[in-house]
């Protein structure tokens, strides 16, 4: 297991190209499971989640080529509906097969996802959904078995306590595919990668209207084709190297992605005095040394186009540097601040109100071991290491491999100073 070692007080400068939308890779790779044609995958990131869901598929029965980089065919001719509890406890995303499953099988089989750091997860939702299309649901030994003798199109509300769910509405989405008559799945997520996975399903032959929007029409067909598609740019990876400019004072340019995707933090950047232009054409965004001139915020998390639960972490840092108190509340996991306490190991000023965390900047950051929780609170941890006095180590570094791809190797090519070693502690 490794830990990284960061040497702090380096401003960043330069461009970094951003990689595939791990999020919308999942679903993405679980489309493969509604035809026995060829699918053919492109721009996917290499991540430990994405390595893991794609031996959950040929757990399945997928067969899985990689043609080069970043780029996977699949083809799901033969496959099986149950999945292992090796494979699923260790990754959330699984439950991305059930939709798939339940629409070309009427079946699947698999454990309960467990517990996760960042908070309560229940899949009630997508289980319930599942039921309004016609299916049954039971559970044995941690097993959740879904059978349908017949699937039927329906109307089904997606809301929970929490807004809409972004994999609950892909696998609905998913099912309703190849569940005949219409399904109208209202309150649905409308985050950039459930458009994404909506357009690679059209291409597949999936009758799909309100694409982007809370109402999603589908018309179930008898059957689809295989398809050849391009993963959009991680929006999250762009907003945490956004993040990392504006706390160095450094002149970036960010690309590969589609600016319009990270609109909430653009905005709120924009209202606090930040430095920045925005190329749409050219799929980038570029900002210059804005940091003594911005301002505290105040900003609560949101499902899309709300500002992101996943940027929540890497977001109190900068509010820890920006002079004056900065608020941020979480409403999609409001437990999810794993991040605080390591941040105030490093001489991060936070208060936890509840589900508020109301940052003191600027905080004089020094340089300590710091222990890795969870994907985003990594992240945060390697911001706040890139301005701390001296070294920081960051440990159980393999959570933030679940989802940057050669995040080291980018942040030092714009001028950071991050090894990784083996971690013996
Ligand atoms: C997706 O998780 C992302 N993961 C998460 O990113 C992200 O934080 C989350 O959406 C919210 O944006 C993937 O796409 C693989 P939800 P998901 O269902 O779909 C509650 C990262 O860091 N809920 O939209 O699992 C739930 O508890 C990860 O990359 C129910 O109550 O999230 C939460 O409070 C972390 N019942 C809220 O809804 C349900 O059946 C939103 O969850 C489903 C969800």
Not at 56 to 83: C, D, R, Y
Not at 214 to 219: L, S
């Amino acid at each position: 297991m490794d830990k990284v070692c960061i040497q702090g007080e380096k401003q960043l400068n330069g461009t970094v190209h951003i990689s595939g939308a791990k999020n919308a890779c999942m679903a993405m790779l679980a489309a493969s499971l509604l035809t026995e044609d060829v699918c053919i995958l492109r721009n996917v990131p290499d991540l430990r989640d994405v390595r893991f869901f794609i031996q959950l598929l040929e757990t399945l029965g997928v067969k899985v080529e990689k043609l080069s980089p970043g780029e996977w065919k699949l083809q799901a001719a033969n496959i099986t509906h149950e999945a292992s509890y090796d494979l699923v406890r260790q990754m959330r995303a699984s439950v991305c097969i059930m939709g798939p499953l339940v629409g070309r099988l009427h079946k699947v089989s698999l454990p309960l996802p467990g517990g996760c750091v960042i908070g309560n997860r229940p899949i009630d939702l997508h289980l319930y959904g599942l039921q309004k299309l016609g299916c049954k649901i039971s559970m044995n030994s941690g097993i959740i078995h879904v059978t349908a003798d017949q699937l039927r199109g329906n109307s089904i509300f997606l809301g929970g306590r929490f807004g809409s769910t972004v994999t609950g509405t892909a696998n609905l989405v998913m099912a309703a595919t190849l569940t005949p008559g219409t399904t109208i799945i209202e309150s649905a997520a409308c985050e950039p990668e459930i458009v994404d996975l909506c357009k690679l399903l059209q291409q597949m032959g999936a009758s799909i209207e309100g694409i982007g929007s809370p109402r999603i029409t589908i018309v179930g067909q008898k059957q689809l084709r295989g398809f050849d598609y391009t993963v959009i740019g991680d929006i999250i990876e762009a907003g945490t190297f956004l993040i990392a400019g504006l706390i160095t004072n450094g002149h970036l340019k960010i690309d590969q992605f589609c600016p319009e995707h990270l609109g909430a933090l653009l905005h709120i950047l924009e209202e606090i005095g930040g430095k920045f232009t925005i190329d749409t054409h050219h799929n980038s965004v570029e900002i210059f040394p804005c940091l003594d001139q911005l301002k505290p915020f105040h900003t609560t998390t949101l499902p899309y186009p709300g500002f992101p639960t996943d940027l929540q972490a890497q977001m109190c840092v900068l509010g820890l540097c920006i002079p004056g108190l900065s608020l941020i509340t979480e409403r999609i996991y409001p437990q999810r601040f794993m991040h605080v306490a390591e941040l105030q190991r490093l001489g991060g000023n936070i208060i936890l109100e509840n589900s508020t965390a109301i940052l003191q900047g600027p905080s004089r950051f020094s340089g300590a071991d710091v222990m890795a929780s969870d994907l985003r609170a990594s992240a945060a941890l390697y911001l706040a290491g890139l301005v701390s006095k001296g070294e920081t180590f960051v440990h159980r570094v393999y959570h933030l491999d679940r989802g940057y791809e050669n995040f080291d190797q980018k942040l030092n090519q714009l001028g950071a100073s991050i090894k990784r070693i083996p971690d013996n502690s």
